[in-house]
């Protein structure tokens, strides 16, 4: 015999049911609960935007140095989603990937990012020519 106690309600039921949510910066779609939507939707003004478009946000609130608030950062990167995703397709895939690796390294160069308590941008630790030199690569 069951015990009534022990049945969930409905209302505790739909709160752990998965439900689609879209995110309304990239269009992406995650199954997630009701509660953990409303959650999103309170801390984003009502939006709801994925994990990878909420890091993006921080990120470009870190980025700004003016110190921009979420929502002017939230703002940024929808425009930046919207603009993406009415470009066409690239007619070089490849060129393009390489030269956007290329902007990025070269931008991450360029940083002013040494100070306190800040790590420095990308640097060598060494010289890839004793490696080679090493007799690793000798040939018998």
Not at 69 to 82: D, K, L, V
Request: aromatic share 4%.
């Amino acid at each position: 015999m069951e015990n009534p106690q022990q049945k969930p309600s409905a209302a505790a039921m739909k709160k752990t049911e998965l439900v689609v949510a879209k995110c309304d910066c990239c269009g992406l779609t995650e199954e997630c609960t009701e509660a953990y939507i409303k959650r999103v939707r309170d801390r984003y003004s009502g939006r709801w935007i994925c994990g990878l478009c909420a890091e993006a946000v921080k990120d470009e609130v870190a980025r700004s140095g003016r110190g921009i608030g979420a929502e002017e950062a939230m703002n940024r990167h929808m425009s930046f989603c919207r603009n993406f995703k009415t470009q066409s397709p690239p007619k070089n895939p490849t060129e393009e990937l390489i030269s956007a690796v290329k902007q990025l390294l070269l931008r991450s160069l360029d940083s002013p990012r040494s100070g306190p308590g800040k790590k420095p941008g990308l640097l060598r630790s060494q010289s890839c020519q004793p490696v080679l030199q090493s007799g690793c690569f000798k040939s018998n």
